[in-house]
């Protein structure tokens, strides 16, 4: 069983900065695809970025150029460089990963609130 343990949300001004880690515990770390995901209020979750087994990186369109994944399998964690913050990243933010070897994502954390004021 995977466990996932999200850190370093907060409340950040526009244009601030925030650095998100995940740590990951069971199985094997550097076999999976680890990703981002997040769900703002009376809105659906929708992916941020996902960094695979192999290091190639993955961004939703609304994030490229702002926010950068990365992984240390040394360390079971995933971080996501969250930079020149809009309001409208104000959501939960949910690490992911996936099985070995696999796409889909089956294991979740419990998330971390990120609050960017205008």
């Known amino acids: 069983q995977v466990q996932l343990v999200e850190s370093g949300g907060g409340l950040v001004q526009t244009g601030g900065s925030l650095r998100l880690s995940c740590a990951a515990s069971?199985?094997?770390?550097?076999?999976?695809?680890m990703g981002w995901f997040r769900q703002a209020p009376e809105k659906e979750r929708e992916f941020v970025a996902a960094?695979?087994?192999?290091?190639?990186?993955r961004y939703a369109d609304s994030v490229k150029g702002r926010f950068a994944i990365s992984r240390e399998n040394a360390k079971n964690t995933v971080s996501l460089q969250m930079n020149s913050l809009k309001p409208e990243d104000t959501a939960v933010y949910y690490c992911?990963?996936?099985?070995?070897?696999?796409?889909?994502?089956?294991?979740w954390g419990q998330g971390t609130q990120v609050t960017v004021s205008s």
């Open positions: 992911a990963a996936t099985p070995a070897y696999s796409a889909t994502y089956d294991f």
């Open positions: 960094i695979g087994w192999g290091g190639n990186t």
């Open positions: 069971g199985g094997t770390f550097s076999s999976r695809t």
